[in-house]
């Protein structure tokens, strides 16, 4: 790990079931693969029979800083691994619970995609609830973890997003991971938005 | 015996015993029960199909109690034998002096002649092995703590035998003096003399230790290579031969010593309880030991006299009354001191409250030797037969009116001392394929028992600490001693085919509890093993071309959980045409040759893939459609 090169070291646990399927999220991914302090972590990819080396995993997020979940919203949730990785990683006496400070004071926050636009999420729209509503199984782990949970990076309506929208979406997310990386972040204004970028231009700092 | 006479006896006892034994096993009175009652049938006081010649009969029967030590002795592990050295020791020395004193005291009481009641009280403290053992074997009694410490008193029993030979002679009433011809053949008379006879009493001493010396030093350096060279040939019946002989020279060579010939073999049995043989020796064993201690129990019955019985049966049955009782007290008594639970005390007390076989050599030894009159000896004879008789319902009673009353808490719990230890799975073939799956269990804290024919396999697994018995797994009786009836499930992972459907056709039949999986080396196995009613078939190369497939197409770029999941649907699609495939084969004609249907059933195959129905597993995380859809809304 370069921790002394940068301010923060991130990992990105990705967990996408059928990547070769996917449009959006293999090139937000492209996106950020390269950036030096920045670890992807594709579970999928290393845990396919869904064996996952637990001891492995908490060393990564002990390394980390912030910590983001990417993955495309399916049936308002996170993909079946990535549960199974929440369940089997974030350990009583190591995440939570007593003596468990192992993610006391790092940074969490989820990266998502979804097929529908995003004024399906609303009271009053056909998903009936928000993003953020969707996310609050996540959002308490963050909490009893004691972690900062922020808001997400999404990307709405993937069925009818064309490839230069999709290349926008995935330079944002990039030059966000990097913000973060560089503490060049503004974290108070960005709590104020829905998702982290709604106004990329107001809450990196320059 | 002439040719035509034996015919007629051997039609007789056989017919008895296949009408009568499954009768009483089907009353739930027990096979002895029902050997004893065909004996009292077709004997002298029954139908007289046999006369004075079932007292020789018995002679030559009580061989099989001489087997039947010899494989309780393979049974037990030397080791196990010394940690019951203190029930052997301590509760057979204490029943034995207890009874043998209170016995005498009541014939002294009765106004027997001091030396005879005292010859009386000893040889009516012993109980009966053959009935006994044989007993509780048939209920499974053999494991539990009552059944443990019976088997203890019993063997301290048969011990006692040998001095109570030498002692009887010293209480002959009368000026007959001592005979020299001490004939301690307890159990198979031999007229021939014996070869120490003549000899000073330390070379006598020195003789009979140096014969259990030989047999501890063959037992244990010798007697395993020769058998290892005999399973070499591969020939069962001279296994089966030279364990005869084995068994029949060590008896021999006892009896012309003067020791017990069923302690000599009882001994070569413990000798032999940690070879690598023991389980074929006792496989091959069992079958004329259940047919000898069947003859032996039908002669018993045979031998009872009902003239001496019907001419005062108030006396004989006040004998037989107290013999039981009084044995039942102290034998409680003993149990009780030696801190047993009630309802084993009470299983020990009802199981050994009998006379014992012994008695009958005892008694005509008594006689001969001027210690007893004739017609005490008669008397005593026909009351321990007939408590010998009693004994199974006496067992029976215990078993269903006691027993519920007290609560049966210990029945067969398998405890490390038992004698038969039962493990849920069994393995046949521990070789590259099954050793696999018995890591796996045995890592997950399943018992595992071993079925395996190459006999050096045997040696090293068992000095890995497996419990691995060695021999021909398609054999009913190799499989009903591996515990068959009471496991859960068999694994076969042997690699002979065709043994294994041998196997699966005896567990078919004997064990249909057991669930069967199945090795298979190709589809054609596969299709033969489902025909023959296996659960389960596993083709030895599946899983492993199918890694290599995982691996081959990840290689290519595939995303790991794609390969994954394409091999999960192949091998999904490849079983269910195994179970298809192998119902078409029977719609063919029975004239197609095994290679012809080897191409047919690939070729079949082939073609099935070919169709190429396009799966739609992975649509849950397509949206192709639902971009359709979207487009069309815009």
Same mark, same amino acid.
């Given at each position: 790990?370069?921790?002394?090169?940068?301010?923060?070291?991130?990992?990105?646990?990705?967990?996408?079931?059928?990547?070769?399927?996917?449009?959006?999220?293999?090139?937000?991914?492209?996106?950020?693969?390269?950036?030096?302090?920045?670890?992807?972590?594709? =579970?999928?990819?290393? *845990? !396919?029979? &869904?064996?996952? %080396? $637990?001891?492995?995993?908490? /060393?990564?997020?002990? #390394?980390?800083?912030? =910590?983001?979940?990417? *993955? !495309?919203? &399916?049936?308002? %949730? $996170?993909?079946?691994?990535? /549960?199974?990785?929440? #369940?089997?990683?974030?350990?009583?006496?190591?995440?939570?619970?007593?003596?468990?400070?192992?993610?006391?004071?790092? /940074?969490?926050?989820?990266?998502?995609?979804?097929?529908?636009?995003?004024?399906?999420?609303?009271?009053?729209?056909?998903?009936?609830?928000?993003?953020?509503?969707?996310?609050?199984?996540?959002?308490?782990?963050?909490?009893?973890?004691?972690?900062?949970?922020?808001?997400?990076?999404?990307?709405?309506?993937?069925?009818?997003?064309?490839?230069?929208?999709?290349?926008?979406?995935?330079?944002?997310?990039?030059?966000?991971?990097?913000?973060?990386?560089?503490?060049?972040?503004?974290?108070?204004?960005?709590?104020?938005?829905?998702?982290?970028?709604?106004?990329?231009?107001?809450?990196?700092?320059? | 015996?002439?040719?035509?006479?034996?015919?007629?006896?051997?039609?007789?006892?056989?017919?008895?015993?296949?009408?009568?034994?499954?009768?009483?096993?089907?009353?739930?009175?027990?096979?002895?029960?029902?050997?004893?009652?065909?004996?009292?049938?077709?004997?002298?006081?029954?139908?007289?199909?046999?006369?004075?010649?079932?007292?020789?009969?018995?002679?030559?029967?009580?061989?099989?109690?001489?087997?039947?030590?010899?494989?309780?002795?393979?049974?037990?592990?030397?080791?196990?034998?010394?940690?019951?050295?203190?029930?052997?020791?301590?509760?057979?020395?204490?029943?034995?002096?207890?009874?043998?004193?209170?016995?005498?005291?009541?014939?002294?009481?009765?106004?027997?002649?001091?030396?005879?009641?005292?010859?009386?009280?000893?040889?009516?403290?012993?109980?009966?092995?053959?009935?006994?053992?044989?007993?509780?074997?048939?209920?499974?009694?053999?494991?539990?703590?009552?059944?443990?410490?019976?088997?203890?008193?019993?063997?301290?029993?048969?011990?006692?035998?040998?001095?109570?030979?030498?002692?009887?002679?010293?209480?002959?009433?009368?000026?007959?003096?001592?005979?020299?011809?001490?004939?301690?053949?307890?159990?198979?008379?031999?007229?021939?003399?014996?070869?120490?006879?003549?000899?000073?009493?330390?070379?006598?001493?020195?003789?009979?230790?140096?014969?259990?010396?030989?047999?501890?030093?063959?037992?244990?350096?010798?007697?395993?290579?020769?058998?290892?060279?005999?399973?070499?040939?591969?020939?069962?019946?001279?296994?089966?031969?030279?364990?005869?002989?084995?068994?029949?020279?060590?008896?021999?060579?006892?009896?012309?010593?003067?020791?017990?010939?069923?302690?000599?073999?009882?001994?070569?049995?413990?000798?032999?309880?940690?070879?690598?043989?023991?389980?074929?020796?006792?496989?091959?064993?069992?079958?004329?030991?259940?047919?000898?201690?069947?003859?032996?129990?039908?002669?018993?019955?045979?031998?009872?006299?009902?003239?001496?019985?019907?001419?005062?049966?108030?006396?004989?049955?006040?004998?037989?009354?107290?013999?039981?009782?009084?044995?039942?007290?102290?034998?409680?008594?003993?149990?009780?001191?030696?801190?047993?639970?009630?309802?084993?005390?009470?299983?020990?007390?009802?199981?050994?409250?009998?006379?014992?076989?012994?008695?009958?050599?005892?008694?005509?030894?008594?006689?001969?030797?001027?210690?007893?009159?004739?017609?005490?000896?008669?008397?005593?004879?026909?009351?321990?037969?007939?408590?010998?008789?009693?004994?199974?319902?006496?067992?029976?009673?215990?078993?269903?009116?006691?027993?519920?009353?007290?609560?049966?808490?210990?029945?067969?719990?398998?405890?490390?001392?038992?004698?038969?230890?039962?493990?849920?799975?069994?393995?046949?073939?521990?070789?590259?394929?099954?050793?696999?799956?018995?890591?796996?269990?045995?890592?997950?804290?399943?018992?595992?028992?071993?079925?395996?024919?190459?006999?050096?396999?045997?040696?090293?697994?068992?000095?890995?600490?497996?419990?691995?018995?060695?021999?021909?797994?398609?054999?009913?009786?190799?499989?009903?001693?591996?515990?068959?009836?009471?496991?859960?499930?068999?694994?076969?992972?042997?690699?002979?085919?065709?043994?294994?459907?041998?196997?699966?056709?005896?567990?078919?039949?004997?064990?249909?509890?057991?669930?069967?999986?199945?090795?298979?080396?190709?589809?054609?196995?596969?299709?033969?093993?489902?025909?023959?009613?296996?659960?389960?078939?596993?083709?030895?190369?599946?899983?492993?071309?199918?890694?290599?497939?995982?691996?081959?197409?990840?290689?290519?770029?595939?995303?790991?959980?794609?390969?994954?999941?394409?091999?999960?649907?192949?091998?999904?699609?490849?079983?269910?045409?195994?179970?298809?495939?192998?119902?078409?084969?029977?719609?063919?004609?029975?004239?197609?040759?095994?290679?012809?249907?080897?191409?047919?059933?690939?070729?079949?195959?082939?073609?099935?893939?070919?169709?190429?129905?396009?799966?739609?597993?992975?649509?849950?995380?397509?949206?192709?459609?639902?971009?359709?859809?979207?487009?069309?809304?815009?």
């Amino acid at each position: 790990m370069e921790s002394n090169k940068y301010e923060n070291h991130i990992l990105i646990i990705f967990a996408h079931p059928a990547l070769q399927k996917s449009r959006v999220n293999k090139v937000l991914l492209g996106a950020v693969r390269d950036i030096e302090s920045v670890t992807v972590h594709d =579970i999928y990819e290393f *845990y !396919p029979d &869904f064996h996952i %080396n $637990v001891a492995k995993e908490q /060393k990564l997020l002990k #390394d980390s800083d912030i =910590i983001i979940f990417q *993955y !495309p919203l &399916f049936w308002y %949730n $996170v993909p079946a691994l990535l /549960k199974e990785w929440q #369940d089997l990683v974030l350990t009583h006496k190591w995440a939570y619970g007593k003596g468990g400070i192992a993610l006391r004071g790092k /940074k969490l926050f989820c990266a998502i995609t979804t097929g529908a636009r995003e004024s399906l999420y609303s009271k009053d729209g056909f998903n009936r609830f928000t993003i953020q509503e969707f996310l609050h199984p996540v959002s308490q782990l963050a909490r009893v973890c004691g972690m900062h949970f922020l808001p997400p990076f999404v990307v709405h309506g993937t069925h009818s997003l064309t490839e230069p929208e999709i290349i926008s979406h995935s330079e944002d997310y990039r030059k966000l991971v990097i913000a973060l990386r560089d503490n060049k972040f503004d974290l108070e204004a960005a709590r104020k938005f829905k998702r982290l970028n709604e106004h990329m231009d107001k809450v990196i700092i320059r | 015996m002439t040719g035509e006479n034996f015919f007629f006896h051997a039609l007789v006892f056989l017919a008895a015993a296949v009408i009568s034994v499954p009768i009483a096993k089907r009353l739930g009175l027990g096979s002895i029960l029902g050997y004893l009652i065909a004996g009292v049938i077709i004997g002298p006081f029954g139908i007289k199909l046999i006369g004075d010649e079932g007292q020789d009969i018995m002679h030559f029967a009580e061989f099989g109690v001489i087997m039947m030590l010899f494989l309780v002795g393979l049974e037990l592990q030397p080791s196990l034998l010394w940690r019951l050295r203190g029930p052997i020791l301590g509760m057979g020395g204490l029943q034995v002096c207890a009874s043998t004193a209170i016995i005498s005291l009541i014939a002294v009481a009765f106004g027997v002649p001091f030396q005879s009641a005292v010859a009386v009280g000893m040889i009516l403290s012993l109980s009966s092995t053959a009935i006994v053992l044989q007993t509780m074997k048939e209920k499974g009694l053999m494991g539990t703590d009552g059944g443990q410490r019976s088997f203890s008193v019993l063997l301290f029993q048969d011990i006692a035998v040998i001095p109570m030979l030498a002692f009887l002679p010293v209480l002959a009433i009368g000026a007959g003096g001592l005979d020299p011809a001490i004939s301690s053949t307890d159990h198979a008379p031999e007229k021939g003399a014996l070869w120490v006879e003549g000899l000073p009493d330390w070379l006598h001493a020195i003789v009979i230790f140096g014969a259990i010396a030989a047999i501890i030093i063959a037992g244990r350096f010798i007697i395993g290579h020769i058998f290892s060279f005999i399973a070499k040939t591969r020939l069962r019946e001279v296994f089966t031969a030279a364990a005869l002989l084995l068994i029949i020279g060590i008896a021999m060579l006892m009896s012309k010593i003067g020791l017990s010939p069923a302690l000599g073999t009882f001994l070569a049995g413990v000798v032999l309880a940690n070879s690598d043989y023991r389980h074929e020796l006792e496989s091959d064993i069992e079958p004329f030991k259940g047919l000898l201690l069947g003859l032996f129990f039908i002669s018993v019955g045979a031998s009872i006299n009902f003239n001496l019985i019907s001419e005062m049966p108030d006396i004989i049955a006040m004998i037989i009354f107290g013999l039981i009782f009084i044995k039942f007290i102290i034998l409680l008594g003993v149990g009780r001191v030696f801190k047993m639970s009630t309802d084993q005390n009470m299983l020990f007390a009802f199981a050994l409250a009998q006379g014992s076989e012994f008695a009958f050599v005892l008694f005509t030894f008594a006689v001969r030797n001027q210690v007893l009159p004739v017609d005490t000896a008669n008397l005593l004879i026909a009351a321990v037969a007939l408590s010998m008789v009693l004994t199974p319902l006496l067992m029976l009673i215990n078993e269903k009116l006691i027993q519920p009353s007290v609560g049966v808490k210990e029945r067969d719990a398998g405890e490390a001392d038992a004698i038969d230890e039962k493990n849920p799975v069994i393995i046949s073939g521990f070789g590259s394929f099954g050793s696999i799956i018995g890591r796996l269990l045995r890592a997950n804290g399943v018992g595992v028992t071993v079925l395996e024919i190459d006999s050096d396999k045997v040696d090293l697994l068992r000095k890995l600490g497996l419990k691995v018995f060695y021999g021909d797994a398609s054999r009913y009786d190799l499989l009903h001693s591996a515990g068959a009836d009471k496991a859960k499930l068999i694994i076969l992972a042997m690699d002979d085919h065709e043994k294994m459907l041998g196997m699966v056709h005896t567990i078919k039949k004997h064990f249909p509890h057991l669930s069967i999986l199945a090795r298979a080396s190709d589809r054609t196995e596969a299709y033969e093993l489902l025909d023959a009613g296996v659960n389960n078939v596993y083709r030895e190369t599946l899983d492993t071309s199918l890694r290599v497939g995982i691996d081959a197409l990840r290689a290519l770029g595939f995303r790991a959980y794609q390969a994954h999941r394409a091999s999960k649907t192949f091998r999904y699609h490849d079983e269910k045409s195994v179970f298809e495939l192998s119902h078409l084969r029977h719609d063919k004609k029975g004239y197609i040759t095994n290679a012809r249907q080897k191409i047919e059933d690939l070729e079949q195959l082939l073609l099935s893939e070919l169709k190429g129905e396009e799966e739609h597993l992975d649509a849950g995380w397509d949206t192709t459609s639902m971009r359709e859809e979207a487009s069309k809304v815009k």
